[in-house]
């Protein structure tokens, strides 16, 4: 079964809201989660590494006030997309590594629309 | 920087074919690489993970080749089968498991 569970998997929001999307890691601690953006018919690209007690860290271009990360415990990370604009619309994913293993565990991903 | 290129990036084959999708990454050195299923608008599926000291890794009609000094893999799918139409991505991670995916192959498998 699944390891990491994110949700929703799907959400519509108008323009100008904000929306949050959780990332769960089921059965280990996870001190770094990763979070992912995928355009249309493009491969992902990583986002932000979020950090358990301390600040995320963005990757260059991404916008850490207009994508909140908090992961205020060690099973559950969060991502907010604030203020919404349609070109934020994507697939977003999430991924955390569980201590020991090599194999990648990534949630179930959100399709996320705004109009 | 990590690169990984995916080649081709559009595939369609009729059903019983074998094929080999490419993914090819610019900095050999690598952990291990991994390959990835996913269905449209859909999470990833793990497929094959191959570590670094390893030559090829098996699941089933899939097997996964790794040549790390020429920064080559492939995905080797045998008797292909219409439910195995999907975008196949490569992956390779850093030393802090943050991955550089690669752009990915858009597989179809006709009846």
């Known amino acids: 079964g699944a390891v990491v569970s994110q949700h929703p998997s799907r959400v519509i929001c108008k323009s100008g809201t904000s929306v949050k999307i959780e990332c769960r890691s089921l059965d280990f601690q996870a001190t770094t989660m990763f979070w992912y953006r995928q355009f249309p018919k493009k491969s992902l690209m990583l986002m932000a590494t979020?950090?358990?007690?301390?600040?995320?860290?963005?990757e260059q271009g991404v916008e850490k006030d207009k994508f909140l990360i908090n992961h205020a415990s060690l099973t559950l990370s969060t991502l907010t997309v604030t203020s919404a604009h349609p070109e934020d619309s994507s697939f977003y994913i999430c991924?955390?590594?569980?201590?020991?293993?090599?194999?990648?565990?990534f949630g179930q991903g959100t399709r996320l629309t705004v109009v | 920087k990590q690169e990984v290129t995916q080649i081709p990036a559009a595939l369609s084959v009729p059903e019983g074919e074998n094929l080999v999708l490419n993914c090819s990454f610019t900095?050999?050195?690598?952990?291990?690489l991994q390959w990835f299923r996913q269905d449209p608008g859909k999470g990833l599926t793990s497929l094959l993970l191959?570590?670094?000291?390893?030559r090829e890794q098996t699941s089933g009609r899939l097997n996964a080749s790794l040549d790390k000094s020429s920064g080559r893999s492939t995905l080797y799918i045998a008797a292909s089968q219409p439910g195995d139409s999907a975008t196949y991505l490569c992956a390779v991670p850093n030393t802090g498991n943050q991955f550089y995916f690669g752009t990915g192959t858009s597989l179809t498998v006709i009846p």
């Open positions: 191959i570590q670094s000291s390893q």
């Open positions: 991924s955390a590594p569980r201590p020991g293993e090599a194999e990648a565990f």
């Open positions: 900095d050999s050195a690598i952990y291990n």
């Open positions: 979020s950090n358990e007690g301390s600040k995320a860290t963005y």
